[in-house]
C-alpha cells in the first residue's frame, strides 16, 4: 500500500468509524459502520445488532482483511504477489492460499464466459491509459501485437504455484471487490452478525435481512447519474458494471473501460450498465464485466444456461431487462419509472 493511501486509510477511519449509539445493545437496530478507501474506491461497511464494542471489533478486523487482500492482488504494488508473479520472467511463484482461491475461481469462470472475462487482459486495458489515467487511443496493430499475449489459458496454476508467460500479466481488478465481498460476510458470520450490509465501490453485498427483517433496499444507479431503479434483496451480492464507471471521450467517441478480450477494443453492444445478483460476491463480479462483454443475447443464453445468479440490463437505447428471478423484487425508479421493463422467461427463452 502506497503511504498516502494508508494515510486517507487512516483518516478516513479516524473520521468516520462509529456505532449509531455508543450505549448500543444487542436488541437495538443501529449499526457500527466504518469507511475505508481501498481498491481504488470508497467502502463502507455497516454491521447491525451488535453491542458497540463488538461491533466495532469486527470491523477492525473487517479493514484488516481487505487491507491484506489488497497487499495480495493490488496490481501496481511491486510488493504484491500479482506484481510479483506478473515480473516473474516466466519463472513460477509460490501464492498464499487467498490468491490461488480466487484466481482458481477467477479462470474457471473465464472459461465458463467463453473468454468474456479475461484476467490476463490487462496490457491492453494499460494501452488504453485506463491503469494510470493517461487515455490514449492504440493503432490497430499496436492492440492486435498485445492480444497475442492475453488469454487467461495462458495462465499455468499447479497447486499454489504460478507461472505466467513472458508478456502475459494478470489483473484480478475485474473480480476482487466480489471475492472481497465473500470474505467479509464470512467474516461477519462467523462473528455471530446475522445482519450486515458492504458497499465496496460498484458491489453492494448483505449478509442477512435489515435488523427489523425488512430486505435491504439496493438503488441501481443510472448511466445519465442519479438512480434508475430500486432492488429488494436479503443475503445477496448485488454487482454493476457500467460504461459510465470509466471512460474518456476523443475525436466524438467514447472509450470504455470494459475491454472486449476477442477484439482489445472496448466493449460496444448497446449496454450501458449490467448489475448481478448472485449468493456470491465473485460470480456476480465476474459476470458483471463479462455479461457486459458479451451484451444483451448472449448474456441471456448465459443466463439460461446457469442457474445460479439473476441479471439487470439497462440498454443505451433507455430499456431496461430483468430476469424472471427479479420480477416483484425490482422496480424502477425517478427518470426511468415510464421506461420499458422487459422480463426475461426461462420459458420463454427455451422456445424460441
Ligand atoms: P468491473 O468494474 O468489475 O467491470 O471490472 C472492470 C475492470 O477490469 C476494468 O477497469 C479493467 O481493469 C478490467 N477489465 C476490463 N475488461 C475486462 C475483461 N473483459 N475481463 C477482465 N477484466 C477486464
Ligand atoms: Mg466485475
Not at 467514447?254 to 449496454?271: E, Q
Not at 450501458?272 to 448474456?299: Q, W
Request: net charge negative; charged share 25%; aromatic share 8%.
Amino acid at each position: 500500500m502506497k503511504p498516502l493511501r494508508f494515510l486517507t486509510a487512516l483518516w478516513t477511519l479516524l473520521l468516520l468509524t462509529g456505532c449509531g449509539d455508543s450505549a448500543a445493545t444487542a436488541e437495538e437496530d443501529l449499526p457500527c459502520r466504518t469507511e475505508v478507501m481501498a481498491m481504488d474506491t470508497i467502502m463502507t461497511l455497516s454491521v447491525y445488532n451488535q453491542p458497540a464494542e463488538e461491533g466495532m471489533e469486527v470491523l477492525r478486523k473487517a479493514i484488516v482483511c481487505i487491507e491484506e487482500l489488497e497487499a495480495l492482488l493490488s496490481v501496481t504494488d511491486e510488493n504484491s504477489e500479482i506484481y510479483q508473479a506478473n515480473h516473474a520472467g516466466s519463472s513460477p511463484v509460490p501464492l498464499s492460499e487467498d490468491t490461488r482461491e480466487l484466481l482458481e475461481e477467477a479462470l474457471a469462470l473465464c472459461g465458463e464466459t467463453g473468454g468474456a472475462l479475461d484476467v490476463t487482459v490487462y496490457p491492453v486495458v494499460r494501452a488504453w491509459g485506463f491503469t494510470a489515467g493517461d487515455y490514449r487511443v492504440p493503432e490497430a496493430k499496436e492492440v492486435s501485437a498485445l492480444l497475442e499475449k492475453v488469454g487467461y489459458d495462458r495462465a499455468e496454476l499447479d497447486g499454489d504455484r504460478l507461472t505466467l508467460p513472458e508478456g502475459t500479466e494478470l489483473d484480478l481488478g475485474a473480480v476482487a471487490k466480489g471475492y472481497t465481498g465473500d470474505r467479509l460476510m464470512e467474516l461477519f458470520r462467523e462473528a455471530g452478525i446475522s445482519s450486515a450490509i458492504v458497499e465496496l465501490g460498484g458491489n453492494v453485498q448483505a449478509l442477512g435481512a435489515k435488523p427489523d427483517g425488512e430486505s435491504w433496499r439496493i438503488a441501481v444507479q443510472a448511466p445519465e447519474g442519479g438512480y434508475a431503479g430500486v432492488l429488494e434483496i436479503t443475503d445477496k451480492a448485488v454487482v454493476t458494471s457500467g460504461g459510465y464507471q470509466r471512460y474518456f471521450e476523443k475525436d466524438g467517441e467514447t472509450y470504455i473501460h470494459i475491454i472486449d478480450p476477442s477484439t482489445g477494443y472496448p466493449a460496444r453492444t448497446g449496454l450501458a450498465s449490467v448489475t448481478i445478483v448472485a449468493d456470491s460476491g465473485l460470480l456476480g463480479d465476474g459476470l458483471s464485466t463479462a455479461l457486459f462483454v458479451m451484451g444483451r443475447e448472449k448474456a441471456e443464453d448465459y443466463w439460461l444456461s446457469h442457474p445460479d445468479f439473476e441479471f439487470i440490463l439497462l440498454e443505451e437505447d433507455g430499456t431496461a431487462v430483468i430476469t424472471e428471478g427479479l420480477e416483484g423484487s425490482f422496480s424502477l425508479f425517478g427518470d426511468w419509472a415510464g421506461r420499458p421493463l422487459e422480463v426475461v422467461r426461462r420459458e420463454a427463452l427455451h422456445t424460441q
